[in-house]
C-alpha cells in the first residue's frame, strides 16, 4: 500500500459510519461463515453482505437499493467470476471505485498480489491458517 492510499485509507476510517458495513465474495460456505464469526467477535452489530461469486456481487453491489459497503473482500478464486475480474469492474464503476477492496486467497502467489494492487485493491490477503489469524487482520482493518 502507498503512502498517499495508506493516508486515504485511515481519514476513511474516521468518516465510516459506526458500525461499518463489510461486503464478502466468496463461493467457499464455511469460509463465509468464519469471515462473520469474526466480525461479530470484534463487533456484533458489525453488519456483513455476501456473495458466492463475482457476477453476484457486481449484481449486490450496483443496486441501487443496496447501501455501500465500507470494505469490499473478494476471494480470487471463485466460478463465474473470479475476483481480480470483479475487482476490475468495481472500479470501473463511479460509486464503487472509493471503496476499500482487499482480495484474499489461501495462494500467496506474488502474480496476483501484485496484479490486485496494480488492479486498485488496498491489500492482498493469505487467508490465514487459524481464526485469530483472520481476527488480528480484520481489527487491524478496523483500527483496533
Known sequence: MT????LYFQNQLTLKKNPPLFFLADDDEDDRMLFVEALTEINPAIKCVMAKNGKEALLILQNDLFELPDYIF???NMPIMNGLNCLIEIKKTAVLKHIP???YSTSAEKEFTD?????????FFVK????SGLLKYLKKILGN
Open 3 to 6: 503512502l498517499c492510499n495508506y
Open 74 to 76: 473478494l476471494d480470487l
Open 101 to 103: 477492496v482487499v482480495l
Open 115 to 123: 496484479a490486485s494492487k496494480k488492479l486498485g485493491a488496498m491489500d
Open 128 to 131: 490465514p491458517s487459524n481464526f
